[in-house]
């Protein structure tokens, strides 16, 4: 299968003629063919507006239509086979099991969505029926549901090619929703991009939707993507990646004469806790845990464990000693791009020339940068100097993480206080820590969007009841999830029907609930008649 | 009952020393006593600090307890009695009986959040337990619920003295959420803001509360306004009013180091279409009906029908004769303050002195300047000219309203395509309408929160099917409402708990459904235990 290069606009191709870039193998460092041709002014301008205009459609069909739809999108990329994910190696550096386990999560995540669409009660149906004889005034009949926001653009997030890029969890929310899209696709792997982006421009064409319900725009960071929130027509924006980018989105956001929600979810630290019985118990096998889960994706997930707390003493002597060796075992791995591996150096260079931090021990392998690698490590300081030096609670995006030494559990009382806003927090415990742990977990609650005790905060089940979110700069949105069925409530909004005939209301709140949805009837959750 | 015009503080009174202010009765423009002593940027920042650290404690009661508070807060309002009512209306010129309405629909807006928290659905509990043999990887226990945002800053409105001011809509499901507040109180109400916020004060108090649990503010506009969006315990607003003020508090919450959202409900037109059958068969009710709600309040409804788009014909002949006949019969009135007085007159004298717009009628009584009275009057102009001219789809906000004669149904669909974002649209419909009556309430629904067919856009109810809210300018956050039990959304938000083991869990996700809740099991709504 070739690749063309060309932005995917209403089921044509952008023209050529602007600037170009390319990929590039970060294991090989080779350039990638083809080259991929930036989108000018006029045709981000062109998607929006035909993302506007198939919106007029796309918005009115079924839950049951939209389903299909998502599982359609499903489908085709499954088709893709071999040559998806051969392409998303090549461009991510990303082993093929990992990338085969992404796509698998990318069509449940697809065929969730569509579930979840299908059943129809996300869109939280209310009816108060009217009183016509109530005293001092009648009540009219009001009815409220949730209706699609508009045209969502979705920017690709380098970390996962699949799962969070075109087709993923942004793209599906919103289309199960029933919002257009048009992505931006991410430079890194643009030849990923055209491939999924052709599989949901097939899945469009074979549902007999118009070909504005989704676009893909290649370009140039801050021109195209600011042009892209700040269209008219644009409604909200999904993005995952750095702060300085989200909150350029964001502050582009907020500044338009009608300021439009952004959904960014940058950077997050993911501190963990390790509780006195917990590491007298199992020190080692929590060693073991935290170096897995800081390495995993080498370390390229926003949900790596990246601030360790930990009291003084011989069990964290134990821990320690053990964590350095593991350490020292791990590879050296394969980034995503070479700026994601610069950054990473420069960020931990940064953190550990913070006087009072000390290196504890790193991967035997050096780094070969001609394979774009980051090497594992790990470094130690203490409470006093973590709240003295604000740079060591910013997130090196890579295999790094840093240990905490506290003499009290008070000190890891002041740190959770100091910490900014965080997408997971992690308490060890065994349970004679539970009394400890009890307000710990209060305040870390305050602090984040997911609490765990024990287990690891990297791998986010894509379900009903997860939450991935969290306090700025977490997010930009405390109020919502981007993974799991709660993300399509970013894309939605209520609007309320007061003495609409019943032909004349979507059937989502008609009298006899011909879709069955549990509904809030005066108040009470129902699936009867109104 | 003496007022001493200081800022509620935690339960303590402010300082004096600052600038002063007084209220005027508008009805008289007499000074009414006493001053009221602006807040200092300490005593501002103090409200906040004793705010954040009250939610630590205040975040912890269980509904049935918020619900007690709340209902205090109702029992004391009724407590102050006609001191209340005569404050108010001396400082709004509003007539008593309106005042008395407003005040039982205050504390019935208690009631009502009271019953939302108590029972406690609303948090929208959902697990999915664990399985531990899935393959390819097990799933660990997650539960997700709404857990309060933290101090919200509340800004009183002028035409709600009682139900959109200091234990309004906004106070009242913050509190019913969780959170603390601190209330800018109106300075053109500011003793009957004192009356109730003493009412707060002695219900904190009577429920065991930490008083920082609620604070009131009395200061001079931006200075002390900006200062309360700006503090960093601050995590939330609420406020009704103007768009330029709503705008400024949103653009300082952006631009925060943290942004915080901003709940401003702002400026709405409230479009009103008149479709040919119903024209016909009862025209003049129609007229009737407008009348009354383009001048109930005297026009300071943000729900007043300000723009009638009607159909060329003798039917709206008839119509136009008989709402030119009824304005001429209708009174002057006073309006809330001297300022939107002046605002009203000079915005009603930019929209008639647009080429292409006829003053129709005017009430027969001049208004009285010495009264701050408000004369109703209702222009006319057509379809052409309300196009070409955006000023006249401005907010005159008193009592006046532009009828725009259009010669097609399709300049109907023109015009509301052409509309900014409402709080509501209405459409006047008799069943010989409804064909031609669906599309235009499909495209109206994406301009506005809450969509009438028939009726007058004026009386929000408040109930669990409301939608007060609307795309911008309309508010600032189209996803929310800020009347109705929905309002709680506002100040909430999800957080995610993975493994922790039940004796650690709020109540509301333990296994065992202690609370009763309907909750989202395995993504199915049950009573049961998970």
Not at 45 to 63: E, H, K, P, Q, V
Not at 97 to 125: H, I, M, N, Y
Not at 350 to 355: A, R
Not at 401 to 420: K, P, R
Request: charged fraction near 15%; aromatic fraction near 6%; glycine fraction near 10%.
């Amino acid at each position: 299968m070739s690749l063309h290069g060309l932005s995917l606009l209403a089921g044509a191709h952008g023209a050529t003629g602007g600037k170009t870039f390319h990929a590039i193998n970060p294991a090989t460092s080779e350039r990638l063919a083809p080259d991929f041709h930036e989108a000018s002014a006029a045709e981000v301008s062109a998607a929006l507006d035909a993302s506007a205009a198939a919106f007029a459609i796309y918005r009115t069909l079924s839950g049951a239509d939209r389903a299909k739809f998502l599982e359609t999108i499903a489908t085709e990329i499954e088709a893709l086979g071999d040559t998806l994910l051969q392409r998303a190696h090549a461009e991510t550096g990303l082993p093929l099991p990992r990338l085969t386990g992404e796509r698998a999560r990318t069509c449940g995540q697809l065929r969730l969505f569509a579930s979840v669409a299908r059943e129809g009660s996300w869109v939280d149906a209310r009816i108060d029926p009217a009183l016509p004889d109530r005293q001092p005034l009648p009540r009219p009949d009001l009815r409220r549901m949730l209706i699609p926001l508009g045209p969502v653009v979705v920017f690709g997030s380098s970390n996962f090619p699949l799962a969070f890029s075109v087709a993923g969890g942004d793209t599906a929310s919103a289309f199960a929703a029933g919002c257009t899209v048009v992505v931006k696709a991410h430079r890194a792997h643009a030849g990923t991009a055209e491939l999924v982006g052709g599989a949901i421009t097939r899945a469009v064409a074979a549902c007999g939707l118009p070909g504005g319900v989704f676009s893909m725009i290649h370009g140039g960071g801050a021109t195209v993507g600011i042009a892209m929130v700040k269209h008219p027509a644009t409604t909200a924006v999904g993005f995952t990646g750095s702060h300085a980018a989200g909150r350029a989105l964001f502050d582009a956001a907020a500044s338009r004469p009608h300021p439009i929600p952004v959904f960014a979810e940058m950077s997050s630290l993911n501190p963990v806790f390790l509780m006195p019985a917990a590491m007298s118990t199992r020190g080692a096998a929590i060693a073991q845990g935290l170096l897995t889960s800081f390495t995993l994706g080498v370390g390229q997930f926003c949900t790596k464990p990246g601030l360790i707390f930990t009291l003084r003493g011989p069990d964290t002597d134990a821990f320690l000693a053990k964590l350095s060796e593991l350490v020292r075992t791990a590879p050296s791995a394969t980034m995503l791009t070479g700026s994601i591996c610069d950054a990473f150096s420069e960020r931990r260079e940064k953190i550990t020339s913070v006087p009072g931090v000390t290196l504890l021990a790193a991967g035997a392998h050096a780094a070969n940068p001609a394979k774009t690698e980051g090497q594992p490590s790990v470094a130690i300081t203490s409470v006093k100097h973590f709240l003295a030096h604000p740079v060591l609670a910013t997130e090196a995006f890579g295999p790094f993480t840093l240990v905490i030494m506290a003499d009290t559990l008070a000190e890891f009382a002041a740190c959770a206080a100091a910490l900014e806003g965080q997408l997971t927090a992690t308490v060890q415990a065994d349970p004679a820590d539970h009394a400890d742990a009890r307000p710990l977990l209060a305040a870390l609650e305050q602090r984040a969007g997911r609490v765990l005790l024990n287990g690891f905060p990297t791998g986010v089940e894509v379900c009903h009841a997860m939450n991935h979110g969290g306090p700025y700069p977490a997010t930009t949105d405390v109020r919502y999830t981007s993974v799991g069925t709660a993300a399509m409530l970013r894309f939605a909004r209520p609007v309320c029907y007061q003495s609409i005939p019943d032909a004349l209301l979507p059937d989502a709140v008609k009298n006899a609930n011909p879709l069955g949805l549990v509904r809030l009837v005066e108040g009470k959750p129902s699936r009867d008649s109104a």
